[in-house]
């Protein structure tokens, strides 16, 4: 799967054009003949009301004074203003971004703190009108066919009707960028065009604008907005009642297009280790191309500075983290950094923000740091330039639950802790890439079960004996994490084959995190020295990223070992499977549970035969037919609990297809794989055993699931297996009466799955 900063649509930038281009203020110029200035705004109000002296002298002077003495970055932001643009702008090309720096209600879990996309536009005159396009060199078919897309016309003001400005008319274009054409598209494309759940059309009803701020190639500011969708929005915090509305931030920012010098694009390899551009026509070819996204990072050139929150420090002074010791802006400035080891030369600093800073500004990279526990993930966001793939700008939203969990999972010394209250799967720190697809690419389950709070660490994998370098090496990996995403990388989920883990970018559990020799691993150094043009090796590391984790049965997410079926999965599943058995206490079947589905992969989609058979014995290990009469002896739920492990077995094989909805954009899961002959026989004999009861405690329940898994076989053993007991069970020996209705109810069913059997 492909992930890069969403695009904006035409009419986000519509609007964003008509917000960022008026809010540059002009730098200081000793008269208006200079030929460097390119933006001015000019003060509406002023404006208007030295209008009505008639091209006097003195409206002349006013005029004059304020187009070319107002401080850069002086601007009221509570005056309104029109926009005053040097001719010679018209044709040449801008970056436009935008950024949602507030989103309400659900903030975060609304879709704040991230980028909307960057687009290059040009702006042209005719009728009247200022014209904006959309130009990058993405949209052209041929050297027949290509299109600059008009995304928004603007009014020209004839501002000598109110004032003699003869260089204003000579030289500029002025227009009223409050007067554009089109509607605000923010939440219908942004949001609305690629995930379920979101309004079709966000229209803004009131706006202000704030916090305008001069660059050095261009200008900045911010637009709070309000507005109503057409469809009710999820509401998760409850706390808006009209479920129609929506408010927001908005970080705009139009920059003069330039690409890095010396920049080389990267074409990607085979092997997805990167992020990819958008993808771009190839004029007369009829094809798409996209490179892999990268920063202008290289030898000589300055470093990429990252701005860490001060709210880091904040929270790291509080007594809690005091108490510990632990350096919470020293550990996420580390993380940042680690990179430096991979380029082999400092390409990235990292450094505490200023207060006056923000996390939305164009011109900045940002670790914006979060305390809400209700979000409890982090994620990495980009800004490209669309024409080259070269990364112009970045965050990472990172929560205090990270920190909040470090400190339980790496407790202080002293007596054993009493059994922990269960945990609740809501409270676990997670990664996304992007804040809120579907299906998260990045979600985070640490090493705690999920029964009483126990860990299952593998023998040998030994942590510091400090408990503040185990906090702060779990801090930094997983900053380390998000900044590895900002850099290009996507997610190795195969780098715990070389345990504790070869990759930072693999979801790691926290035990084998701080004992994780190198941060970034031998993978990472590798994968960035290629995709920088270091080197011209691919990494040789195992390797594999999101869309594999469904079709590869040795890509998983935390899982551990060289070895994950035997010496994780299969030993933590039946390490709670006797527990179960022996307590009865339902939380460790749940446990048990979720470590199955890394055994049934292996059962559906290991490639070597020996581990697709070894999977399925390590399945049904405990639950074989018959369980040995002095099992059933030791503990009253035996029985009972072998009956409902068999069912979780089974279920886990084959899943009930989920029903289908056609109104979502994403298609149905794939149905899992068909067993191999070798698999499918020996599973044939377990079933069999259960059909007949061969021990007296497998339920009816179950007995009706075997025929239901023995129908969906589809094999030649099960179809005999199925005539076998059919023809068993018509006999009726020994059937206690109060069960002939439930034996009826089962051969009715036998005689449907074979009447007929083979379903083509």
């Given amino acids: 799967m492909r992930i890069h900063p969403l695009p904006l649509s035409s009419a986000q930038l519509a609007v964003a054009f008509a917000l960022v281009v008026g809010c540059q203020a002009p730098a200081p110029t000793a008269s208006l003949s200079t030929d460097q200035v390119s933006f001015y705004a000019i003060q509406r109000d002023q404006l208007d009301q030295d209008g009505k002296n008639d091209n006097s002298s003195d409206n002349t002077t006013a005029v004059r004074s304020m187009l070319s003495s107002a401080p850069a970055g002086a601007f009221d932001p509570s005056q309104s203003f029109y926009l005053a643009i040097h001719k010679r702008e018209l044709g040449r090309r801008f970056f436009l971004s935008a950024y949602i720096k507030q989103w309400f209600p659900d903030a975060v879990l609304g879709g704040a703190a991230r980028s909307l996309g ?161 993808p771009t026509l190839e004029p007369n070819a009829g094809e798409t191309s996209q490179v892999a996204v990268k920063w202008n990072i290289r030898p000589g050139a300055p470093p990429v500075k990252w701005l860490i929150s001060p709210l880091a420090a904040e929270l790291g002074r509080s007594p809690e983290l005091a108490a510990v010791g632990v350096d919470l802006v020293g550990a996420i400035k580390a993380g940042i950094e680690s990179w430096n080891t991979a380029f082999g030369f400092r390409a990235l600093t990292a450094e505490l923000a200023d207060p006056k800073d923000s996390f939305a500004d164009d011109d900045k990279n940002y670790l914006i740091y979060d305390v809400n526990p209700a979000v409890n993930f982090a994620f990495a966001d980009l800004r490209t330039n669309p024409n080259t793939g070269e990364i112009r700008g970045a965050s990472v939203y990172f929560n205090h639950g990270f920190v909040e969990y470090a400190l339980s999972l790496f407790p202080p010394p002293g007596p054993p802790q009493p059994a922990a209250a269960p945990v609740d799967a809501r409270k676990l720190p997670s990664l996304v890439w992007e804040p809120f697809p579907a299906h998260p690419l990045c979600d985070l389950r640490p090493e705690i079960d999920r029964n009483q709070g126990r860990q299952v660490v593998e023998v040998g994998l030994g942590v510091p004996t400090s408990r503040k370098q185990s906090i702060e090496k779990y801090v930094a990996f997983f900053v380390a994490h998000e900044v590895g995403h900002t850099l290009g990388l996507r997610h190795n989920f195969k780098g715990t084959l070389l345990p504790p883990t070869s990759s930072v970018m693999d979801y790691v559990a926290g035990a084998d995190i701080i004992t994780a020799a190198e941060v970034p691993g031998p993978y990472d150094r590798d994968a960035i020295r290629y995709l920088y043009g270091i080197t011209a090796e691919l990494p040789g590391q195992p390797f594999c990223t999101d869309e594999d984790v469904e079709v590869d049965a040795r890509c998983a997410r935390f899982d551990r070992s060289a070895d994950p079926l035997r010496r994780w999965y299969g030993f933590a599943y039946n390490t709670f499977v006797d527990l179960y058995l022996s307590t009865g206490i339902p939380v460790f079947a749940d446990a048990a549970n979720f470590y199955l589905a890394g055994v049934v992969k292996f059962i559906q989609r290991a490639e070597d035969a020996v581990d697709r058979r070894d999977a399925l014995e390590i399945a049904f290990d405990r639950l074989h037919v018959p369980v040995p009469p002095a099992n059933l002896d030791g503990a009253a739920s035996y029985g009972s609990g072998v009956d409902t492990i068999t069912q979780m077995v089974l279920f886990q094989l084959f899943p009930p297809p989920p029903p289908v909805d056609p109104a979502s954009p994403f298609p149905p899961p794939a149905p899992p794989p068909p067993l191999d002959d070798d698999v499918s026989r020996l599973l044939v004999t377990e079933l069999h055993g259960n059909l007949l009861d061969l021990d007296g405690i497998r339920s009816f329940t179950t007995r009706r699931q075997a025929v239901d898994v023995l129908k969906r076989l589809q094999s030649l053993a099960a179809f005999a297996t199925l005539r076998e007991v059919q023809g068993l069970l018509r006999l009726g020996t020994g059937v206690p009466s109060d069960q002939l209705p439930l034996v009826a109810d089962l051969l009715a069913r036998i005689d449907r799955a074979l009447t007929p059997y083979f379903e083509h």
């Fill in 118 to 278: 960057t687009r290059v536009v040009s702006f042209k005159i005719q009728n009247g009108k200022l014209y904006v396009f959309d130009v990058d060199n993405r949209k052209r078919t041929s050297d027949t066919f290509g299109i600059d897309q008009i995304i928004e016309a603007y009014p020209i003001v004839n501002v000598s009707s109110r004032a003699s400005v003869p260089l204003v008319l000579d030289d500029y274009v002025v227009v009223d960028p409050a007067a554009g054409l089109n509607h605000f598209g923010l939440v219908s494309d942004g949001f609305g065009s690629f995930m379920r759940g979101y309004p079709d059309r966000f229209i803004v009803e009131l706006a202000f604008s704030q916090r305008f701020r001069s660059l050095p190639d261009g200008a900045m500011f911010e637009q709070a907005f309000t507005g109503y969708t057409d469809q009710p929005r999820d509401n998760r915090d409850r706390v808006e009642h009209n479920f129609f509305r929506a408010s927001g931030v908005l970080g705009l920012s139009l920059r003069q297009y330039r690409e890095g010098e010396g920049y080389r694009a990267t074409e990607p390899p085979r092997e997805s280790h990167y992020f990819l551009s958008d």
